[in-house]
């Protein structure tokens, strides 16, 4: 996937929704004894990175300084249809003095305001060094359950319904005849993803 591409689902209005939520993301990173992770941990997104940071003898700051690679998925609870941001890239591992202000501010988002002063004075108080995650997007895709599906479940309907798929978007009839965009069945699109996990 070229950055273009990237950069263009990054900017959809429901990715800059998640990407500035307080949703944390789940961060899947391989440890550094071969076996996969799966965290959840708050991040700030810059316009261009997924920005994380952590204490520097925690085991993902030893696992991505072996193996930098990670995926990430930003996704809703509680609401229909679904929304899920997937992401992957590599991660760069720095050792910072202090607290760096993308942490603080990635707290911001979840921390509520009445605590976040007692908050932010304890973590200053705590930390004399963290390790500033920053990862840098290769490859992105958002899965809204209208517009966009996992490809499993876009084969599925296009087999099931006679739809197509261009460029991971559904679309009536023959795309080559002008066929426009559906959002399709959401519980049948829903449940079929559902069934295949």
Do not use: C
């Not at 990237?6 to 004894?33: C, H, N």
């Not at 910072?96 to 993308?102: K, L, R």
């Not at 108080?125 to 840098?136: G, P």
């Not at 009536?172 to 079929?192: C, E, L, M, N």
């Amino acid at each position: 996937m070229n950055r273009q591409d990237v950069a263009e689902v990054l900017a959809k209005p429901i990715s800059q929704e998640l990407l500035g939520s307080s949703i944390p993301a789940r961060l899947a990173y391989v440890g550094t004894d071969g076996a996969p992770r799966a965290i959840p941990i708050g991040f700030l997104w810059t316009g261009e990175h997924v920005v994380m940071a952590t204490v520097p003898n925690s085991a993902k700051a030893s696992a991505l300084r072996q193996n930098p690679r990670v995926a990430l998925t930003i996704d809703t609870q509680g609401q229909w249809p679904p929304r899920a941001l997937l992401i992957r890239g590599a991660a760069r591992v720095e050792l910072v003095d202090g607290v760096p202000d993308a942490y603080v501010e990635a707290a911001r988002k979840g921390v509520p305001a009445e605590h976040f002063e007692g908050w932010e004075q304890g973590v200053r108080a705590l930390y004399e060094q963290m390790v500033l995650i920053t990862i840098e997007p290769d490859w992105a895709k958002l899965l809204d359950f209208e517009t966009t599906l996992p490809k499993a479940v876009e084969e599925l309907v296009r087999a099931r319904q006679g739809a197509a798929v261009v460029d991971g978007q559904l679309v009536d009839g023959d795309p080559d005849r002008g066929g426009s965009a559906k959002g399709g069945d959401h519980a049948q699109v829903h449940a079929a993803d559902q069934a295949r996990r």
